[in-house]
Structures are given as C-alpha cells and as structure tokens.
C-alpha cells in the first residue's frame, strides 16, 4: 500500500509539473496589448477587399506575435491574412509555426491541406514571375528590336 502511494503522489506530482511547463506554450497567458492588436488585426481583415488591403491586419498581427510568439491563434490569422495578400511564402511560414504550437487543433488536417495549396500556388506565382522577369529584361527587349530591325 506504501508503495501505492508513492507511485500516485510521483504521477500527481509529475502531472501538474508537465502542466506548469507546457502551459506557456499552449496555454499562454495572452497580455492585454496583446489581445488589442489581435482585435484590430481582424477589424482590419473583415474591411479589406483587395489582397493590398490586408497589409494593415498583416502588421496588426506581427505585433500581437511579437507581443506573444507562442500563441497558436495569432499564426493562424496572420497566415489566414498573408495568404489573402497573396504573400504566400510568409503565409506557409505562418501556418507551419501555428500547426507546431497546437499539432492537435481541431482544424489541423485542414490546415495542412492549405498550407499544400498554398505551396502551390507559391510554385506557380515563382514560375510566372520567372518568365516575367525574363521578358521585362533588357537583354530580351533588344533582343526584339534587333530582331524587328532584321525582319524589317
């Protein structure tokens, strides 16, 4: 029976250290300032129209992490916004921390599901921009004229 006790009190004991360690980084107490540019961020969210609009909650959002940079729902949002700013990089960056902070959210499969879209999309964006790129290049603008000096 001694025994017994021994082991329960070690697994009490135990318990409510795992918790006091883990609470910082899932449980966070979020300050007040905090909290007020997380607020203003989603005000900002829910007035843009245009992915240029969400740069004002983007930079709401990066005060509230860099106020509290283990709380889960401010990577969330930020990626939520960055990926409507078509900032979609930051947006994966932004989404892969959040799914570190809290592995079992309830909206973790879908997030993983987006974070996959959103590397696509990133994909595409780059080879778009390549070609672009190449195309506004002065080397590929002479290239043309010298080309319609020949054929002309």
Do not use: C
Request: avoid cysteine; proline fraction near 4%.
């Amino acid at each position: 029976m001694n025994n017994y006790r021994g082991t329960k009190a070690f697994f009490i004991i135990f318990f409510i250290l795992l918790m006091s360690i883990s609470t910082p980084a899932f449980g966070q107490a979020v300050s007040d300032e905090a909290k007020r540019h997380f607020d203003r961020g989603m005000a900002a969210v829910e007035m843009a129209k245009w992915p240029d609009d969400y740069a004002p909650a983007i930079n709401e959002f990066e005060q509230a992490k860099s106020l509290a940079p283990n709380w889960p729902d401010v990577y969330y949002s930020l990626g939520k916004a960055q990926e409507k700013a078509e900032k979609y990089s930051d947006a994966i960056t932004s989404l892969r921390q959040y799914l570190r902070l809290a592995p079992n959210a309830s909206n973790a499969e879908a997030v993983k599901t987006l974070v996959n879209k959103l590397e696509y999309k990133q994909e595409r964006e780059e080879g778009v921009n390549k070609v672009y790129n190449i195309m506004a290049s002065e080397l590929y603008s002479r290239k043309q004229i010298d080309k319609n000096r020949i054929s002309g």
